[in-house]
């Protein structure tokens, strides 16, 4: 158990829809991170916060947006939802997110199907 | 970005060590060498990091090559729940700190009873 918890753990949907995805991140950790794994694309970073601010951005969407709150818990919003956005949604958290010797501590992942 | 080319698949026996190597041949001074494994329907797990020197972890080895342009994941004693998609990353500092990390395909290990 890496202390990271995300929910819901499955999310069946349909195209054109909005949906919200939720992490929390270690007790302690400052930094959130957002991945997307597919089939055909594998995992991919798509967004950084830290302690509430976005720091990092990747192959994110602009249908897609984040938040991090003052809990430290962060939000995925993905909207206009396409059956190419089914996959794997990860959220990681480290300590600060500044030095390279961070680790990323990853949580279980959301499964989001498009239908 | 420099660029890590692994194996795609590899296969050893229980109880064995495993080598699994990445080369980084365009890796910069500062980079940082990291592996993070994924076990089957699980999120990545970090397994081991290292810069010039190799590095041992309760969980592998990490032998770098003195040019730096290749390392390899060291598993003294493979068990079945080593069997996993390992992931070589080089982690870079960019201007806002440091970034999400960037995984290639990795090194399906299979490992046989």
């Known amino acids: 158990d890496s202390g990271v918890t995300q929910t819901p753990k499955h999310l069946i949907t349909a195209t054109g829809q909005r949906v919200t995805l939720r992490c929390s991140p270690r007790?302690?950790?400052?930094?959130v991170y957002w991945y997307q794994q597919s089939l055909d694309q594998g995992l991919q970073f798509l967004i950084q916060?830290?302690?509430?601010?976005?720091?990092a951005k990747g192959n994110i969407l602009e249908r897609f947006s984040a938040q991090q709150f003052p809990d430290l818990h962060s939000e995925l919003n993905l909207s206009s939802l396409e059956l190419g956005d089914s996959a794997l949604y990860f959220c990681?958290?480290?300590?600060?997110?500044?030095?390279?010797?961070?680790?990323?501590?990853f949580g279980p992942g959301t499964r989001l199907t498009v239908l | 970005d420099a660029k890590t080319t692994q194996p795609n698949s590899m296969e050893s026996n229980e109880e064995e060590p495993v080598h699994l190597p990445c080369n980084h041949s365009?890796?910069?001074?500062?980079?940082?060498i990291h592996w993070y494994r994924q076990l089957p329907s699980q999120g990545p797990e970090y397994v081991i990091h290292?810069?010039?020197s190799n590095v041992n972890n309760r969980m592998a080895s990490l032998a770098i090559a003195e040019d730096r342009k290749s390392s390899t994941l060291i598993l003294h004693r493979a068990t079945l729940r080593d069997a996993a998609v390992y992931y070589c990353?080089?982690?870079?500092?960019?201007?806002?700190?440091?970034?999400?990390?960037?995984f290639g395909k990795g090194t399906h290990l299979i490992i046989q009873p």
């Open positions: 990681a958290s480290s300590p600060d997110g500044q030095r390279m010797t961070d680790t990323q501590y």
């Open positions: 007790s302690g950790d400052l930094s």
């Open positions: 916060y830290y302690n509430g601010e976005e720091r």
């Open positions: 365009t890796i910069s001074g500062t980079d940082y």
């Open positions: 290292g810069l010039t």
């Open positions: 990353i080089l982690r870079h500092h960019s201007g806002g700190g440091a970034d999400g990390l960037t």
